[in-house]
């Protein structure tokens, strides 16, 4: 088991968006990732929570789902640099790749490529009771959206944070706060 | 192994500080917990740091450091209400209680009590090559010290950042941002 | 001119919340208050803003709209205490109070009360070309509806930042972070 | 009197650092520059901070000290672009510039080079009392040397405050917060 793997460890790619270890981390832990069979990561880019899922619970199987070809050939190289074997990549719209699935216990969306409402409609339909959806949000649109959804529900509890980190950086004898891009973390446990 | 305890789940006492969800998870992974032999939670206050140490470490063995009687008390009861059985409470200061020790894998430091720079000192020569120092401050001062001393020794290898969580808290059809005072999380990994 | 209260210079009452300085500073500012005539404050509260803003700018006419009994009591005591001659109460729902209203230079949405879309529409009709709406907001929603308002109008050019704080506050030898909760500060300008 | 500059609108060059405007207006307005007569602007970089206090305070003498070439001539192209003339500019190091002074209602701290402590004496023999140290500090090490000046002395009453700016961006249909890097504000009032 482990969990943290340094950013600098992934391949990456100018356009494709990497989720930062500690948001990782924080998303991984508080969707109870380690105690899920069925795991599907949506909008899975460089594959940096799919593969820190994978080392942080071996037992878990992993999917992950993304459209952009760039993107999956990416997270295809980080799974292979990483020699986790847990992980398969479905390259696909997310509202088709889940169609297959009949019982997930974590739903992790990263990216949902302007069609969030969708995806959280046929994830709801495949996510077991006692499962969680983690979404991380950058956009206050997407967030707003999340929370009309699940406002319109009565069998999710729902938790939200954004977090900030800033990094502090060494210059010459100096230590300056670097700020991270702020990233609302939602996570939604589904009740009977 | 289990990570991530609801905050209200530990016995709480006013005056005696507690490291909350989010810290305490970014703490610990970053300080790599869970590969290590011999902890040291240094001013355990509540004690959540060495019991949430404790869940995702089982065969760790911790060492909850803790000057104040009330908080030992405190302590005591919340390592009974988990029924952890790695924790070891040692009722001293800091500097006395690790005195004892030899080979120190990760020392985690939440309170100092005003003697930071003999802490720092006293788990230096304790602490194990490849060993962590975690620590967490919100004084400025405090935070500054640790700094102060790390670029004065050549042997480690540190990396801080601050977090800031903000919750939504739900009222009526709204979610309202409510902050958490901000935390510097500082690692440091002691080098060859 | 003088631009700055302290915050513990206002009369405050428990259920009635007020705008604190920095963000009243930066409000008043990013809305370009001291070019005003005519200047609303809708939900003015315990007045803070308003009171403000006619000391920042003294050749604005202000006018305070407020329907919560309570909280105009304490809106006038306020503006008694400050000295200041440039504001006008209106105790009323808002959109009722803005219908008599013919050019207004900057409005000042600091409570919606649930009726925010209908508040911007009214604001709309009555706003000068050149002026500003300046909200600012606590909610998701509604900053989330306020910018769908925006994104559906081509005249209006809008800028939105999020504001955090953390208040230094002297403990013993220490200096510890103190969160403000964060704010949202939206500054729209009417075009033509 | 004008406040809240747009920051495009300043010359800018690379390397030589730029207090941002959100910053620049609680920097300002913190240190009640509209009150001083004289002013002067330590580290003065692009010369964002005495120009905004040169419009801000058009009755008020502010003087921009800099030491750096560079930095002395984009400061003198800014000024020449916003027809400010009670800006005087002088190039020298810091603890020089300031021994002709006699009387300073406020010191602006931007940028200290490595001195901060050397400049914090001479300031202080040069400042009224009742006047304003106001200082942005980025690095942990600078915010806690100035703490302790201020700390060993009885005659100034100091707040501080760390600001974090995040922008929403547009993007597409989105509205996604971007990080500007936090800064701490201090400002410190000579008593009697």
Same mark, same amino acid.
């Given at each position: 088991?482990?969990?943290?793997?340094?950013?600098?460890?992934?391949?990456?790619?100018? !356009?494709?968006?990497?989720? !930062?270890?500690?948001?990782?981390? @924080?998303?991984?832990?508080?969707?109870?990732? *380690?105690?899920?069979?069925?795991?599907?990561?949506?909008?899975?880019?460089?594959?940096?929570? +799919? #593969?820190? %899922? %994978? @080392?942080?619970?071996?037992? +878990? *199987?992993?999917?992950?789902?993304?459209?952009?070809?760039? %993107?999956?050939?990416?997270?295809?190289?980080?799974?292979? =640099?990483?020699?986790?074997?847990? #992980?398969?990549? @479905? &390259?696909?719209? %997310?509202? =088709?790749?889940?169609?297959?699935?009949?019982?997930? $216990?974590?739903?992790?969306?990263?990216?949902?490529?302007? =069609?969030?409402?969708?995806? @959280?409609?046929?994830?709801?339909?495949?996510?077991?009771?006692?499962?969680?959806?983690?979404?991380?949000? #950058? +956009? #206050?649109?997407?967030?707003?959206?999340?929370?009309?959804?699940? !406002?319109?529900?009565?069998?999710?509890?729902? $938790?939200?944070?954004?977090?900030?980190?800033?990094?502090? /950086? /060494?210059?010459?004898?100096?230590?300056?706060? &670097?700020? *991270? *891009?702020?990233?609302?973390?939602?996570?939604?446990?589904? !009740?009977?």
């Amino acid at each position: 088991m482990f969990l943290g793997i340094d950013d600098e460890k992934f391949l990456r790619q100018e !356009k494709i968006p990497m989720t !930062k270890r500690e948001i990782r981390i @924080l998303t991984l832990v508080l969707a109870n990732v *380690n105690d899920a069979e069925i795991i599907v990561d949506i909008g899975a880019g460089t594959g940096s929570l +799919s #593969i820190e %899922a %994978a @080392l942080f619970s071996p037992d +878990s *199987n992993i999917f992950a789902i993304e459209k952009n070809p760039d %993107a999956v050939e990416l997270l295809k190289q980080n799974i292979q =640099k990483f020699s986790v074997d847990n #992980i398969t990549v @479905l &390259q696909d719209e %997310a509202s =088709k790749a889940l169609k297959n699935f009949s019982a997930i $216990d974590v739903a992790i969306i990263g990216g949902s490529g302007g =069609k969030l409402e969708k995806i @959280l409609d046929i994830v709801d339909e495949k996510l077991k009771i006692g499962g969680h959806i983690s979404a991380n949000f #950058i +956009s #206050i649109q997407n967030l707003s959206t999340c929370l009309d959804w699940l !406002k319109r529900r009565e069998n999710y509890h729902y $938790d939200a944070i954004q977090v900030q980190i800033n990094r502090l /950086k /060494k210059i010459g004898h100096y230590d300056i706060a &670097q700020a *991270n *891009n702020p990233i609302y973390i939602l996570t939604a446990k589904k !009740k009977e």
